[in-house]
Each structure stands twice: as C-alpha cells, then as structure tokens.
C-alpha cells in the first residue's frame, strides 16, 4: 500500500476518464470525490458499473463522494485535483472560469494538480489563467481505453462477453505498459501522484519527460482525421492509403518539428516514415485484440472529441505558421477534412 493511503483527492469529471481514474485511486487507497454537471450526480448516486477486457469482470465501484458546486473546492485542502476534462471543454468560457476557481482553491496550499486534459501547449495557458505556481501542476494522460457502454456498442472478439458489456456503465482497456502517465514538468507532483496511483495493484503510472510527453501526443492528432476521410480503414491496411496516408504523416513529421518539441521533436520529424509509423499502429492494433481499435478511435476522435481534435491541429498550424514555417501538409489535411468532398485516397 502507498505510505499515505488516505490521499484526498478531488477528479473534475466524472465521464469515460474521470471514473476509470478514480476508479484506479480508489483502489490505491485514496479518499475520492467528484466534481461534476448538477445533472451528472443524479448518476453517481449509485455504484458505477465498469467491464475490464482483461479478466471478463464486471467490477462495482461506488468508493466515492461528489460535489456539483465548483465553489466547495475552496478550503477543502485537497492533495490532488486531477482535470478530468477534455481539453476544448477546459478552456472555452465555462472552463476559464472553473480553472479561475481552481486557482483560488489551491492558490498557497499544497493541493497539485494533473493537467489531465489534453491540448497543445495547455500547461502555460494553465498557469496564466489559474494563476498557480508552476510547481504545482504537471501535465497528465489517461492510457486506459475506456468507453461509455451505452453510446458505443464494439464489435465482439472471444473471449470477450458482450453481455456483461451490457450491464456496464463502461468498459475499458489497459493493456498498455502504463495506464496513466504524467510528466515531470513538476517532478514532486508527478512522483506524489504516481506513488499514489501504483499502489492500486492492477494498473501503473509512468512518469516521462516533458518533451517525451508532448512528442508521443501531439504529432499524432493527424493520424485521426486522415481516418475519418479513408473511413476508418483498419491499421493494418493503413500503410496502402496512399495520398491521404501520406499527407497525414507529412502533418506528424511538421507537428513534431514545432519548436515547442525541441530537438527530441526534431529527431522523431527526422526518424518518422510512412511505412514506420504505419508498422507501429498496426501493433498498438493488435496489441489491444479483443478491443476492435479502429472502431474505439472512431467513437473517440470523430464523435466524442472531433472538435477538440481539429482545434488542437488548428493550433498546432498557428504554431508553426508564427515561426515561418509553410506547414503545408497540415493545411492541406485540414482543408480535405473540413471539405471531404475534396479528399481523395
């Protein structure tokens, strides 16, 4: 067990990556509680259901408290408050204002904060917003694949049972070799949490470095889009798509020689190919059998968080653009996704 198994700790959402997160917390010992949507509680009223592809299992977790009013958060002290929002959601109006009262919140205390929301560059607006020191607050990623069971319905392989599927608030995934990971923009948050999160016994948190983290997320935002206009081909056909497979890694290769990716950034620009980058998602693809990946990241990214996708590459331009750069590529694919008609393979 960690050495302070009563953490106190606060997740802000309670959807696909707030509750397997919590989940896991709960598990290490933690005292959970949720921040969420006034008609979200109404749900987190009973346990909630979750299916593990691992073992076939339908596991019950109902160790947590929820609160609905942002404004409790002050003076509760907590030792961690993991965002559990995607990133779109983080920063439009109604997310500066949550991050103004988190701000508020942990201003001179020792509550940290992962950054569990996932956007270019969002520490820095994270900290100008809030308002925090930067050792307070590093950046934070949910690997386990996870989904809401009654929005998405995969195709089933053995051994897995579509029945107890059924019965699940969600299910997910963690075959990764981390099921969390952080990175050590403040390397006293990133350990605290990751003590804490190991100690749950079934799953691991890895901390990397800042520029490995922001390398291995956001070159690859261009990969979905591109299967949006293939029709979500699978990736192990990927590498045959032509003009539009070629463009998508063209985008990867301008994205990750972005300045804010340093020279780790313009190593992976130099080192990435086609038929490399294609080899590696067709075994991440078979690597999560019996998850149908494909159809997950057609959920994931062209329903569920479609516009944050294309905000994160819009950025991504705007970055790239400022330092003199054509970044073609990445135009072109943006302009082919928002007119497909135009979109050939």
Not at 224 to 243: M, Q, V
Not at 247 to 252: G, I, N, R
Not at 298 to 305: I, M, Q
Request: charged fraction near 20%.
């Amino acid at each position: 067990m960690s050495d302070n198994p009563k953490s106190r700790i606060l997740v802000i959402g309670a959807g696909c990556v707030g509750v397997i997160t919590g989940y896991h917390l709960s598990l290490a010992g933690a005292d959970v509680t949720f921040l969420v949507r006034p008609g979200r509680a109404e749900e987190l009223k009973r346990p909630q259901v979750l299916y593990c592809y691992e073992d076939n299992k339908l596991k019950e977790y109902k160790s947590y408290t929820h609160i609905a009013d942002p404004l409790e958060m002050i003076g509760a002290n907590y030792d961690y408050i993991v965002i559990a929002l995607d990133g779109a959601s983080l920063r439009n109006e109604l997310g500066q204002e949550l991050v103004k009262t988190i701000g508020k919140a942990a201003r001179q205390t020792n509550t940290k904060i992962i950054l569990g929301s996932i956007f270019v560059d969002l520490r820095t607006w994270f900290l100008e917003v809030s308002g925090l020191a930067g050792e307070q607050v590093t950046n934070g990623h949910l690997d386990i694949h996870v989904y809401p069971t009654k929005r998405l319905t995969l195709p089933s392989q053995p051994p897995t049972n579509p029945e107890l599927i059924a019965k699940a608030d969600y299910a997910y995934s963690d075959k990764l070799e981390e099921g969390f990971s952080v990175d050590d923009s403040s390397p006293a948050v990133a350990n605290g949490f990751t003590e804490i999160y190991n100690a749950c016994g079934i799953s691991r948190c890895a901390v990397k470095s800042a520029a490995e983290y922001a390398v291995g997320i956001n070159p690859m935002l261009p990969i979905f889009p591109a299967c949006e206009l293939l029709g979500w081909p699978k990736f192990r056909d990927i590498g045959s798509k032509g003009e539009i497979w070629s463009l998508a890694v063209a985008a990867v290769r301008e994205i990750q020689g972005l300045s804010i990716h340093g020279e780790l950034g313009q190593r992976a620009s130099a080192e990435t190919t086609e038929a490399g980058l294609a080899a590696a998602l067709a075994a991440w693809e078979r690597h999560m059998i019996p998850l149908d990946l494909q159809e997950f990241n057609r959920f994931h990214h062209a329903v569920k968080l479609q516009s944050q996708g294309r905000e994160h590459l819009r950025v991504c331009l705007s970055y790239g653009e400022a330092e003199g750069k054509p970044m073609s590529a990445l135009k072109e694919l943006l302009e082919r996704v928002d007119h497909p008609q135009t979109a050939t393979a």
